[in-house]
């Protein structure tokens, strides 16, 4: 199922010539290049009201700072998937909000930053 999933990833985001991502258990962003990434962030808790519109925020984000399309796309979905593991960290995954993946953002942000050189 993977495979099928990687393959049709790759072949929308050659259509549309756009970063494509496929949410689903691990999601996949494909570029019309044929690059492929595999997120492995996130849990089922995220399947919830709100989510996906956090998602696109945080995309939204990414792009007007005048990130790549592919990069923010991977960037995007790590740091949603990370905001939703820590809050399911918090919370247990049947408790987890779209406010709480909002929260941890916040908190994961300044985080990363100091991370960097």
Not at 32 to 60: F, H, K, Q, W
Request: charged share 20%.
């Amino acid at each position: 199922m993977q495979k099928e999933a990687a393959a049709l990833t790759l072949e929308w985001a050659a259509r549309l010539q756009a970063a494509f991502i496929c949410k689903g258990a691990r999601t996949l962003v494909g570029s019309p290049e044929g690059r492929l990434y595999m997120n492995l962030t996130g849990n089922s808790g995220m399947a919830t009201a709100g989510s996906g519109d956090v998602l696109t925020g945080i995309l939204a984000g990414l792009s007007a700072q005048g990130m790549h399309a592919f990069d923010a796309a991977c960037a995007g979905v790590y740091l949603h998937g990370m905001a939703g593991d820590r809050a399911a960290h918090k919370k247990s995954e049947y408790g987890v909000t779209a406010g709480d993946l909002t929260l941890e953002l916040e908190a994961l942000f300044p985080e990363l930053l100091k991370k960097t050189p």
